[in-house]
Nanobody, 120 residues
Framework: QVRLTESGGGLVQAGGSLRLSCAHS????????MGWYRQVPGKERELVAV???????TYVDSVEGRFTISRDNAENTVYLQLNSLKPEDTAVYYC??????????????WGQGTQVSVTS
């Protein structure tokens, strides 16, 4: 069983920055990819950024150039640096891992979420 623990959310003014962390209870080297999603009440959870095992990042258009996803294999942690924050970035941010087991099956795991609130 994989556990993902997010941290780093908070309240910030527009234009500010936050750094989210997602600690994987095992080894992130056993994941196909890890990503960050966000959700606001009444809307579906949306992909924000994903990073592959090889370290290749992909971003949703609305955060391109402002957010940066990175991974530290030694710390088994994935980060999301949020810069130039806007009120519309307010959401609960969830970490996601596409974990590959020893039998090569893929399982998706989610963290508990961390709140990011941006005031204008």
């Amino acid at each position: 069983q994989v556990r993902l623990t997010e941290s780093g959310g908070g309240l910030v003014q527009a234009g500010g920055s936050l750094r989210l962390s997602c600690a994987h209870s095992g080894s992130i080297s056993n994941t196909n990819s890890m990503g960050w999603y966000r959700q606001v009440p009444g809307k579906e959870r949306e992909l924000v950024a994903v990073i592959t095992r090889a370290g290749a990042p992909t971003y949703v258009d609305s955060v391109e150039g402002r957010f940066t996803i990175s991974r530290d294999n030694a710390e088994n942690t994935v980060y999301l640096q949020l810069n130039s924050l806007k009120p519309e970035d307010t959401a609960v941010y969830y970490c996601n891992a596409d974990h590959v087991s020893l039998d090569h099956t893929s399982t998706i795991y989610w963290g508990q979420g961390t709140q990011v609130s941006v005031t204008s």
